[in-house]
């Protein structure tokens, strides 16, 4: 199998989608919001395709191969510890030498605020679905000692 290109038509439907922060003929970016509830959907067993139609996606565009890839990268970014951020931007390889304006400095804060916020969030949710199965476990443990 090739590389599948979008059509200009495609690549312009998949931009509406509100989980998508951008879309070349060649490929998606997803949101970092998608990509949290992609992680928890599938943390509760939902398979990927459905994961992608649930969020408006139209499965035969996106193609299962890239289905399967960002399942892969989002497990992989959900064990890192900068979760699902996108490393790209701050790993260029260059440190920047460019000097922010407070107006940049402060709008930077926000961001990284934001994230924090996020990650703090999953990790609640990540916590709370532990703590549901553990419960879960225990009542059925203890039905079958009962037996």
């Not at 509100?18 to 939902?46: C, M, R, W």
């Not at 703090?120 to 079958?144: G, Q």
């Amino acid at each position: 199998m090739g590389v599948h290109y979008f059509s200009d038509k495609q690549a312009e439907e998949l931009r509406k989608n509100p989980y998508v922060d951008k879309v070349s003929n060649k490929a998606i970016t997803y949101s970092d919001v998608f990509k949290q509830h992609f992680k928890n959907e599938l943390d509760l067993g939902k398979f990927p395709t459905q994961i992608f139609r649930e969020a408006g996606f139209d499965t035969k565009v996106v193609g299962q191969e890239r289905i399967k890839s960002f399942s892969h990268r989002v497990r992989k970014m959900a064990e890192r510890e900068a979760g699902f951020t996108d490393l790209r931007a701050h790993h260029s390889g260059r440190v920047s030498t460019k000097e922010r304006t407070p107006d940049e400095e402060i709008a930077y804060l926000k961001h990284q605020v934001t994230i924090q916020k996020q990650q703090i969030e999953a990790l609640k949710k990540m916590n709370f679905i532990d703590r549901k199965a553990a419960k879960a476990l225990h009542k059925k443990n203890i039905n079958l000692s009962k037996h």
